[in-house]
């Protein structure tokens, strides 16, 4: 399961840069469709289990792992790689989950952000949807993109 998982943040510096209203919503659109077969493995394999909280911790705990190791250097990770990995899971990976608007999509995003958060030494991230995200753009995202 979740094979090359890495391949999910492929376009990570292009689709993070000059971040505004119309360029987060086209890259979102892109994002599912391009990324989206990981997203429906996860949840596939939560909603299909009879135990979905273990099912949510065990695709998490994968994930993050993947990650770590796809992007990691001698089991350390780069700061600036670190905090384009966490803008990018925060502003593309949990709400793409969230957009699914599956009954066990909230439970995902808990698993992964536990699961992320434990494993990326000095992590704290945590997600909310697209909607809030979207709206919360003027022109430019807080004014620094």
């Known amino acids: 399961m979740l094979d090359n998982i890495e391949l999910m943040f492929t376009d990570l510096e292009l689709m993070l840069r000059k971040l505004k209203k119309l360029s987060y919503e086209e890259n979102m659109k892109r994002f599912q469709n391009e990324q989206g077969h990981f997203i429906d493995e996860m949840i596939n394999h939560v909603k299909g289990s009879e ?25 350390r990770m780069n700061g600036r ?9 925060i502003y593309y990976v949990f ?5 699914t608007n ?27 949807t697209y909607d809030k995200l979207y709206s919360s753009f003027r022109n430019k995202i807080f004014g620094i993109f």
């Open 51 to 75: 135990d979905p909280d273990a099912a949510a911790a065990e695709v998490a705990q994968e994930f993050s792992e993947g990650v770590f190791s796809a992007f990691s250097q001698k089991g």
């Open 95 to 99: 709400p793409a989950i969230l957009l």
């Open 102 to 128: 599956e009954d066990c999509s909230e439970k995902l995003c808990d698993g992964i952000r536990d699961a992320w958060n434990a494993r990326f030494t000095g992590t704290n991230i945590n997600y909310t």
């Open 81 to 89: 790689k670190q905090a384009d990995l966490n803008f990018f899971m």
